[in-house]
Structure formats: structure tokens, C-alpha cells
């Protein structure tokens, strides 16, 4: 059956070949289509939502560690003026009596800073004996303050820590609780203060300011209209230090994290996926992770994003993706069936005339007005048909030239061995008369006639056509009593290069017989061969005579070997047809000519 469905298929026409393909490909991955459209649609939600989560992890990643710096500036002021410094190595040894004095200074000092960032809820200066010199901004007041409670030093600890560590210090969230009951989660920022001008002292002090969680979760924090997407700020430690999750605050679910590190955090999301799970952070366990590290991995900025919102109205893209698809089919088939059509007709005109030319109907000619593939086809064939209609009339023309070349040669024909022994018996006579001139002459003679009737058209070095030419003008030379020179200006590169017998002789006996005046004593031909590229020659024949008529050198350089006629300057006209013959379009010929001389230049292929 499958068999039978192929032979049948393949003794269609092209259009409907055309035809059952385009259905076949449109309807049978319908469903194909549909499947990878979901997934592909699917994954272009979630992948959009993975840039757009990234990109808003990034501003959030930006203002965290804006946020710090900005923290760290006020902290560094303080570590880089040096009156701290000095005021604090006077209170480590009890300088009792300016000690109040330097107290107040200090308070006054830390109330202005206070002031310029009122978001500050504390800030303190501890000496290295553990006394501290603070305003609060909450309670105004040095002996009861929120921040530093004297009930609960475990701030010192961020203190202990600075004396240690030249960096600031980051505590963990803590939880307090004000005088009107209000609870705040709180975190420290600790730095040593030392003299800069006195290194050696080392570590005289610490500053501490205290921050609410709150102005750090504004910076990374998004109004979710839901509230499943949950977002938190680990330290390195793997303690939640802020979160859009009030409940988090302060625990400590991510303790493996204790060593941190950026590597470390990108390679451990299966356990932050495990922490997350185990404290039923997420209700849905279709969810996805991101991180950002904050202060070179101080901090671990964490974002869970529910992953059911973004597929919630899918099911109505999916509807839409089937009735366009259908719709799509539908107009498919028609336009197939429409567009096969026309294939049809287009093939069949093309092949009919294609028909005629077999036949040999050269004249045929395919009427259209396509501009597309069909129509490029169709006028490569008209153009075809006239090039070999053009052609067949040439080729005859060319035939009948043969014949009546041939006819010629055989009325001329004269047998080489009789007129090469008449010359050698002639020469011998003239030996024997001590005529040694004319014995040479007859001797090129011999040596031209035995050049030029061996392989006529065979092919030669360049020095053999030298010396042919040379021969030849000796002969010339002779016969007009040496009433003009000639010149031969060869490259010696291309003496053993290849060409064509015989080519340029003819140029020379124009120039000798038709180009000169007469006995001036001033005639001068010079002829040249240079090598151009890799696969040209290039020849010069000039004289410096009367030159040619204008009108001749312009049917020269335009004449039409193929069908014009060998009247008149049958030499160049020769010259010009057999370097066409020979070299197609790779010859060149072209003749300048005015009353001071005639320049000859053409170009030929050589061989190695």
C-alpha cells in the first residue's frame, strides 16, 4: 500500500507534489505545534519573570549595599577625624579633669550626626575600658537609652568584635522592645576607631550605630499584592537578619552558610530549598530561587518567588493558541491551494516551450510577466534559444568560411620539399659565385617558410617567435635597402613562456609596407613583449610613419570577426580573428593611430 501511495506520488505533477506536501507539513504537527507552543509559551513566562526577578534583584543588591555605604561613610568621617582619636586616648586613661568636658563633647558631637540622619536610632563611641558615650535619638536620653541598654550590654559584643577586625562589623538582628510596649528588631554597625597619625597605638575606641530592620527591608522590599512572594537579607552566618516575612526576622534556618562566600551560595540552593521546606517558608512547592551577595558576601540577599501566578491565566492563552492555529490551517489550505495553481500553469508554459526547443524551434519565445524564481527561469531560456538560434546561423556561416578557405588553400597549395630544395639548390649557386648575401637571405628564407608551414598554428616559445622575427625583418631589411630599423624590447622572463606561431608578423609587414613614407632613413618599429599578472602577455607593435585613416582604425578596434568581411587590412584583420579564436575574451586588441604613428597594443594568455 505504502508503496503504491509513493508510485503515485511520484508521477504528479510538480504543483501537486507541491500540494500535498504544504498539507502534509501544515495539519499532521498541528498538535505538535500546539504541545511545544505551551512549553515554549511556558517557559518564556518564567524565563521573562527569571530577568525581570534579576534585574529587580539587582536594583534591590544596589540599594542594600548603597544603603551600608552610605552607613560606612558616616562611620569612616568619624575613624578619619582625628579628634576622636585624641578625645578617646585621653578618656582610656581617666583624664579626670577634662574627662566631662571631653564626654559632653563627644555626646554633642554624636547628637549632630544624629541629626543629619535622623533614620540613626543610636549611636554610641566606646572606649576600650567598655564606657559608653551615646545619644538616642528614641529616648533622648544617655542613662535610659533604647538602643544601648545598660541592662543588656550584648552590644558590646559587636564592640569586641571591632577591637579585632579593621572592616565594619554587622551584628545579628535583635529584638527590643520600647517603653510604650512597641517592639523593634534592631541591627548594629561597628568600627574600631584608632589614630591615624599614630599607627602603632592601635585600636583607642569603637563607633556603633544602630539601625531599625525596617529602613533596610524598604531598600530590597516589593509590594506584593498577594504576599507569597517572600524575600529575606541573610548574614554570613546564615542568620535572617531582615525579611519581608516579619516571622523570619532573626532566626536561623541557613546555618550551613556559616563559612559564606558567593561559590558557596550559588552551589547550595537544593539546601536552601530543603531550609525553606523544612520551616514551611513557601505553601506551594512550585517556586523558584534567587540570590544576589551583598558587601563582597557580608550578606546573602534571598528572594522566593511563587511560580502559580504566572501560569494562573495560561489555560486562556492555550485556547487562543488552538483557534489560531485553526484559523491558520484554514487559510493555509486555501492559499496552497491557490498558489498550487499558478505553480501549475507557470511549469506548464515553461515546459511546453521547453518542448518546442527540443524539437528545433529555436524562435521560441516564453510570454510572461513573473518576477520571481519562474520568471528569472523563463528569461535565461529566451535568452538561451536566441544565443543558440544566434549560434546555429554563426556555425553555418563558419562552415561555408571553411569550406572556401580550403578551396583557397588548394588552389595555392605548393609542395614544401620542391621549394625547399629549389631554394637549397639555388643557394648553392650562389655560394659557388661567392654571392654569400644572397646565400643568406635564402637561407632565412628557407628557415621562415619551414616555420611557418610546420604546425601553423601550433604553439611556440616566445624565443622561437623572436627569432622567427628576426629573420624576417632581415629579409625585409634587405629587400628595402635598410631604409628602416626595428627595435625588439623582450622581458627575459618570458622568452620560455608559450603562445600562438605566427601572431604578430603580419603587424609588422603592415607597419614596413603601409606605415612608412618612404626612404627617410628615420623609419623606426619597435616592438615589445612584457608579462602582466600571471596569465597575460602583453605586446606593443608602434612605428613612427604616417599613421592610418581615422575612420579604419575605428573599424578595427569595433570589427566583428565572427561575421565581417577580410576586405581590406587583411593582415590586422587576421591578426584580430585568430586572437579571438584563440583566446576568447581573454585577448585584446586595440590600434592608436595619428599622423606621428601607429601603436598596436594586444593581449594574449600565455602558457608555461
Not at 210 to 226: A, K, P, V, W
Request: glycine share 6%; charged share 25%.
Amino acid at each position: 500500500m505504502i508503496k503504491y501511495l509513493v508510485n503515485r506520488y511520484r508521477g504528479c505533477g510538480i504543483a501537486k507534489k507541491t500540494l500535498i506536501i504544504l498539507l502534509f507539513v501544515s495539519i499532521i504537527p498541528v498538535m505538535a505545534i500546539e504541545i511545544l507552543t505551551c512549553i515554549i509559551a511556558a517557559n518564556t513566562l518564567k524565563k521573562q519573570t527569571g530577568i525581570l526577578v534579576e534585574s529587580n534583584m539587582k536594583l534591590s543588591q544596589k540599594g542594600l549595599e548603597d544603603f551600608f555605604s552610605e552607613y560606612d561613610s558616616i562611620i569612616m568621617s568619624i575613624y578619619t577625624e582625628n579628634e576622636y582619636a585624641l578625645k578617646l586616648e585621653k578618656l582610656n586613661v581617666w583624664d579626670s579633669r577634662n574627662y566631662y568636658l571631653l564626654k559632653k563633647q563627644l555626646e554633642d558631637d554624636l547628637e549632630n550626626i544624629s541629626y543629619l540622619h535622623p533614620e540613626i536610632l543610636g549611636i554610641a563611641v566606646v572606649t576600650l575600658k567598655k564606657e559608653c558615650i551615646l545619644y538616642d535619638s528614641i529616648t533622648n536620653n544617655a542613662m535610659d537609652s533604647f538602643c544601648f541598654p545598660e541592662k543588656d550590654r550584648s552590644w558590646l559584643d559587636v564592640t569586641d568584635e571591632t577591637f579585632h577586625n579593621t572592616q565594619t562589623v554587622y551584628s545579628h538582628v535583635v529584638n527590643r522592645e520600647q517603653a510604650n510596649g512597641t517592639k523593634r528588631n534592631i541591627v548594629y554597625l561597628g568600627h574600631r576607631i584608632a589614630d591615624i597619625n599614630n599607627y602603632r597605638q592601635g585600636t583607642v575606641g569603637s563607633i556603633l550605630i544602630c539601625l531599625d530592620e525596617t529602613n533596610i527591608r524598604e531598600t530590597y522590599s516589593q509590594e506584593d499584592d498577594n504576599g507569597i512572594n517572600v524575600s529575606f537579607l541573610c548574614d554570613a552566618n546564615g542568620n535572617i537578619v531582615s525579611s519581608t516575612r516579619i516571622d523570619l526576622i532573626g532566626t536561623g534556618i541557613f546555618d550551613e552558610w556559616a563559612d559564606g562566600g558567593e561559590k558557596r551560595f550559588s552551589k547550595t540552593e537544593s539546601k536552601i530549598r530543603q531550609a525553606v521546606e523544612a520551616h514551611q517558608i513557601m505553601n506551594t512547592g512550585f517556586y523558584s530561587i534567587y540570590t544576589k551577595p551583598v558587601l563582597k558576601n557580608q550578606f546573602v540577599l534571598v528572594s522566593l518567588r511563587d511560580n502559580r501566578e504566572l501560569l494562573k491565566d495560561f489555560k486562556y492563552i492555550f485556547e487562543v493558541i488552538i483557534l489560531l492555529t485553526i484559523l491558520i490551517i484554514i487559510t493555509s489550505i486555501l492559499i496552497m491551494i491557490r498558489f498550487a495553481g499558478s505553480l501549475q500553469v507557470r511549469v506548464e508554459k515553461i515546459t511546453s516551450a521547453m518542448d518546442r526547443a527540443y524539437k528545433g524551434d529555436y524562435t521560441v519565445q516564453i510570454e510572461h510577466t513573473w518576477q520571481d524564481e519562474f520568471g528569472k527561469i523563463a528569461r535565461h531560456f529566451n535568452h538561451m534559444v536566441q544565443k543558440i538560434d544566434q549560434s546555429g546561423k554563426i556555425e553555418k556561416e563558419a562552415l561555408l568560411r571553411e569550406k572556401n578557405a580550403e578551396l583557397k588553400a588548394l588552389e595555392a597549395q605548393i609542395n614544401p620539399h620542391f621549394l625547399y630544395n629549389t631554394l637549397d639548390a639555388i643557394n648553392w649557386i650562389a655560394i659557388e659565385n661567392e654571392q654569400f648575401l644572397i646565400s643568406r637571405m635564402l637561407k632565412n628564407l628557407g628557415n621562415i617558410l619551414r616555420y611557418s608551414v610546420h604546425k601553423s598554428n601550433g604553439v611556440v616559445s616566445v624565443r622561437s617567435e623572436i627569432e622567427y622575427l628576426k629573420q624576417y625583418i632581415f629579409l625585409q631589411q634587405q629587400r628595402f635597402s635598410f631604409s628602416f630599423h626595428c627595435i625588439m624590447d623582450v622581458e627575459e622572463e618570458v622568452l620560455d613562456l608559450k603562445m600562438h606561431k605566427l601572431l604578430f608578423q603580419p603587424l609588422i609587414e603592415n607597419a614596413i609596407i603601409h606605415g612608412f613614407p618612404g626612404n627617410t632613413g628615420q623609419d623606426m618599429i619597435t616592438v615589445s613583449i612584457k608579462r602582466k599578472g600571471d596569465r597575460h602577455l602583453v605586446i606593443f607593435v608602434e612605428d613612427n610613419g604616417k599613421g592610418m585613416e581615422e575612420e579604419l582604425v575605428r573599424e578595427l578596434n569595433h570589427y566583428d570577426y565572427l561575421s565581417g568581411a577580410m576586405e581590406g587590412s587583411i593582415g590586422a584583420r587576421n591578426v584580430i580573428m585568430r586572437i579571438k579564436y584563440y583566446y576568447g575574451e581573454d585577448g585584446y586588441f586595440f590600434i592608436e593611430s595619428n599622423d606621428r604613428g601607429t601603436r598596436i597594443t594586444a593581449e594574449i594568455l600565455f602558457e608555461e
